[in-house]
Nanobody
Framework: QVRLVESGGGLVQTGASLRLVCAAS????????FGWFRRAPGKKREFVAG???????????DSVKGRFTISRTNVKATEASTYLQMNALEPADTGVYYC?????????????????WGQGTPVTVSS
């Protein structure tokens, strides 16, 4: 059974940092790209960051470029983790953050392409 479990969200003030973790298990994630998405209140889910299968290529939305960093580790054949380091947080970063996995070399920016999703972890940034 494939599982993605996010953690690390919380309530912080403007300018603070958070590190989100997504623990993935149940298939060979070394062949997968990972993406992080978020859904702000009243808005559609949007792409935040993505990382390719070997971790050498990363992609960011314009709104988080320079503040967020995505990374990954392949723990073993059927376990992997992806991380989202978020610095200089702003109220506009508030939302539920989801990680997702897809069997492609490069991470798509459209959520419809992803095969598996976590349940999400909430992030609230107060002004």
């Amino acid at each position: 059974q494939v599982r993605l479990v996010e953690s690390g969200g919380g309530l912080v003030q403007t300018g603070a940092s958070l590190r989100l973790v997504c623990a993935a298990s149940g298939r060979t994630f070394s062949d997968d790209a990972f993406g992080w998405f978020r859904r702000a209140p009243g808005k559609k889910r949007e792409f935040v960051a993505g990382i390719n299968w070997n971790g050498h290529n990363t992609f960011y939305s314009d709104s988080v470029k320079g503040r967020f960093t995505i990374s990954r580790t392949n723990v073993k054949a059927t376990e992997a983790s992806t991380y989202l380091q978020m610095n200089a947080l702003e109220p506009a970063d508030t939302g539920v953050y989801y990680c997702a996995a897809v069997r492609t070399t490069e991470p798509p920016t459209m959520d419809a392409w992803y095969d598996y999703w976590g349940q999400g972890t909430p992030v609230t940034v107060s002004s």
